[in-house]
C-alpha cells in the first residue's frame, strides 16, 4: 500500500496531467466567432468569385440578394447555394473557353429544319462569357432571349445577337417534334430576362434566359431533354454537348 507521501507525489503528478489536458483541449476548443468569420469571408470570397465569372454584369450585393431570397424560398443554406453557383458559373466558362472565341457579330446561316438551334461563343448584347444560343422557329427566322432588361423577340438570323463564332445544330429526333419546340419557342416571345443564378433555370414558368428558353422549348414542346450539366442550371455549352444534338455547320 502506497505511504501518505506516495500517494502526495501520484496527485501531484496526476493534477499536473490534468492541467496539461485541459490546456491543450483549451487550444484547440471550437470558437464559434472564429467560424463565423472564417465562413463569412469564405461566402464574401465567392460572391466576389460569382461575379467576376458573370464579368460583373452582377454586382456582388444582387449575388447575395438573390442567394438570401433563394435560401429564404428553398431552406438551402446561403453558404450551400453559393458554392453551388460558383461551380455551375466557373464550369461554364471553362466549357465556353474550350472553344475558339473571336469578337464581332456572327451572321447566322439559313437553317436545314425548323427547330434548329445555334450556340454562339459570345452576344453582341450580353457579357456573361457562357456563349449564347436560340432556336429557328423556321429556316430564316430564330426565337432568342437577349440578356437583361430585354424580352424574348422574333428576328431574322442575319439580326441575331450571336457574336464570336455560332454552331448549327440539328436535334436528333423527327421534324414533327422540332416543329412543336419552335412552336413552343414563339410562345415565350415577349418574356422577360431571368437573370437569377441562384436558383434552377430548368423551367418556364417566368422570365426565361437564352439556354433556358431553348431547353424549355423542347422539354415542354417535345418531351426531349437537352441539358447535359450536372447541376441545376442549363447553360448554352450544356445544350451544344447534348447527346440528342448534332452540329452540321460552323460559323465565323
Known amino acids: 500500500m502506497p505511504s501518505y507521501r506516495e500517494r502526495d507525489i501520484m496527485k501531484n503528478i496526476i493534477m499536473r496531467s490534468l492541467s496539461v489536458v485541459v490546456s491543450a ?25 460569382i461575379s467576376t465569372y458573370l464579368n460583373h454584369t452582377l454586382s456582388e450585393k444582387e449575388i447575395d440578394e ?16 453559393a458554392s453551388r453557383v460558383e461551380k455551375s ?5 471553362l466549357d465556353t473557353a474550350r472553344f475558339s472565341v473571336r469578337s464581332g457579330n456572327t451572321q ?5 429544319h425548323t427547330g434548329d438551334i445555334f450556340v454562339s461563343n459570345n452576344s453582341s448584347f450580353f457579357v456573361w462569357k457562357h456563349g449564347h444560343t436560340g432556336i429557328y422557329v ?6 432568342e432571349a437577349v440578356g437583361m432588361f ?29 416543329d412543336k419546340a419552335a412552336r413552343r419557342a414563339i410562345g415565350y416571345i415577349g418574356r422577360g430576362y431571368n437573370a437569377d443564378i441562384t436558383d434552377t433555370n430548368r423551367n418556364d414558368w417566368g422570365g426565361l434566359n ?21 447541376g441545376e442550371y442549363v447553360w448554352p455549352y450544356d445544350i451544344k454537348n447534348s447527346g440528342y444534338v448534332r452540329e452540321y455547320q460552323y460559323v465565323q
Open 138 to 143: 423556321n429556316r430564316d427566322d430564330i426565337v
Open 66 to 81: 438573390q442567394i438570401k431570397e433563394t435560401s429564404r424560398r428553398t431552406g438551402e443554406s446561403p453558404d450551400s447555394i
Open 89 to 93: 458559373v466557373r464550369d461554364s466558362v
Open 108 to 112: 447566322l446561316p439559313r437553317a436545314r
Open 150 to 178: 430585354q424580352n424574348a423577340h422574333r428576328v431574322s438570323r442575319k439580326n441575331s445577337v450571336a457574336a464570336g463564332g455560332a454552331s448549327i445544330l440539328e436535334v436528333k429526333t423527327s421534324q414533327g417534334n422540332r
Open 25 to 49: 483541449a483549451c487550444l484547440f476548443t471550437f470558437s464559434p466567432l472564429a467560424f463565423g468569420q472564417d465562413n463569412n469571408e469564405n461566402y464574401q470570397q465567392r460572391l466576389g468569385d
Open 210 to 230: 437564352c439556354s433556358q428558353l431553348v431547353w424549355a422549348a423542347y422539354y415542354y414542346g417535345a418531351g426531349i431533354d437537352l441539358d447535359t450539366g450536372s
